[in-house]
């Protein structure tokens, strides 16, 4: 598990991280860009909607293999959490000039499954990496 105080610069860091679980756990290249952009996605919307950018509050981000063929990322703010049901599909035309809004949305198009946790301050994306 690794630790980043809530300053969106340490969002810098998760492309050596994502480097060293593809090395570390023989995922294919082609997977690379999906778990980078939603690990890059889910640690900035903890440093800033979750944390609010208080460099004294930490995102968590752990990962484990499951089963034989599967990676979870888990990523964790001290926030109060949110409901995923309650952000706007920025596919809507509405949304579609809107600046921000479609990290969620990647992470579930990216990601073979994700889950929230403790409130919403915790999300799971998991990848088939086989």
Do not use: W
Request: glycine share 6%; aromatic share 6%; with cysteine.
């Amino acid at each position: 598990m690794i630790e980043l105080a809530s300053d969106p610069r340490n969002v810098s860091r998760i492309d050596g991280l994502v480097q060293k679980i593809v090395q570390d756990f023989r995922i294919s290249p082609n997977k690379y860009g999906d778990i980078l952009v939603s690990l890059t996605e889910a640690v900035n919307n903890a440093i800033v909607h979750g944390n609010r950018r208080d460099a004294s509050k930490k995102v968590k981000i752990d990962y484990r293999k499951i089963h034989h063929n599967r990676l979870a990322i888990l990523v964790s703010d001290q926030g109060e959490g949110f409901d995923p049901r309650q952000v706007s599909d920025p596919t809507c035309p509405e949304n579609l000039e809107r600046c921000g809004g479609r990290g969620v949305y990647l992470m579930r198009q990216l990601c073979d499954d994700v889950q929230y946790h403790n409130n919403g301050s915790t999300i799971e994306m998991q990848f088939n990496i086989r």
